[in-house]
């Protein structure tokens, strides 16, 4: 989710992510309804709950793409390191 924030851009997936409402509603319950799903889900969702180490280890492990997305940001392909942040988005027209 937060790499989907910052695609095409050169900024932070966390920039300005105080400001977007709707993101700040819909992260926690993603986060709950999931966890629900996987410690309760059981028979309905065909799932076994998870001891606290292995939330720990999926979370660990799932968020090195985050951080990865994160350094990759900081050196943008083609630009040199002193040409100074890119704030454009490919995706929109340029006016």
Do not use: C, H
Not at 47 to 61: G, H, N, S
Not at 78 to 93: A, I, M, R, T, Y
Request: proline share 5%.
């Amino acid at each position: 989710m937060f790499n989907a924030r910052a695609l095409g851009l050169n900024k932070s997936a966390f920039s300005r992510l105080g400001e977007n409402r709707g993101f700040i509603l819909i992260l926690p319950t993603i986060l709950v309804v999931q966890y629900l799903i996987v410690q309760y889900g059981r028979t309905m969702f065909r799932t076994e709950p998870l001891d606290t180490f292995t939330w720990l280890v999926i979370v660990a492990v799932t968020s090195v793409v985050l951080w990865a997305g994160e350094i990759f940001r900081l050196f943008p392909a083609g630009k040199s390191v002193n040409s100074g942040p890119q704030d454009e988005n490919p995706f929109l027209e340029n006016t």
